[in-house]
């Protein structure tokens, strides 16, 4: 009578049921310890907006530093370059010079300044995001059909 009762529990549960002792117990599934959540480029601006000094001249030039240590110290909170992230594998941030060339591929860097550098951290967060999430272009119809022609050699005559 039991077991019957447990067979019918067990077919609408999605959890296991276990009998022990004459008492029916529930086992719940086990969390996972690696899953996390995706970074977000609205999670990281804010990130950016609230560690940078609000100062009257912020709205001719938003989210921008004047040093590179600054940068690095900012642009090392964002979840896009955290441990689980998918852009971390592809990067090797490991000193100074990593970071710098990193910057500098981004195109958030102005040299052309007085004060010697600018790095518009803004431009440089929408950089991390393509490079971690935005999907490569679609190869043209025309390069397709290049493609399937080159693999069969040619393409096959219609028979009506």
Request: overall charge positive; glycine content about 4%; proline content about 7%.
């Amino acid at each position: 009578d039991i077991i019957a009762k447990l067979k019918d529990l067990q077919s609408i549960r999605t959890q296991p049921l276990y009998l022990l002792h004459n008492k029916m117990t529930v086992e719940g599934r086990p969390r996972s310890t690696s899953f996390s959540s995706t970074p977000t480029f609205s999670s990281d601006l804010a990130k950016l907006k609230s560690s940078l000094p609000q100062s009257p001249s912020s709205s001719s030039s938003p989210c921008t530093v004047s040093s590179y240590k600054e940068a690095i110290a900012i642009a090392s909170t964002f979840d896009v370059l955290g441990n689980n992230s998918t852009l971390t594998p592809k990067l090797k941030l490991t000193s100074e010079d990593d970071w710098i060339d990193f910057f500098q591929k981004s195109g958030a860097v102005d040299t052309t300044t007085s004060s010697g550098v600018n790095v518009n951290m803004e431009k440089f967060l929408r950089y991390c995001f393509d490079m971690a999430y935005k999907m490569p272009p679609s190869p043209s119809n025309r390069v397709l059909r290049e493609h399937v022609r080159g693999a069969s050699g040619t393409v096959p005559s219609l028979s009506i």
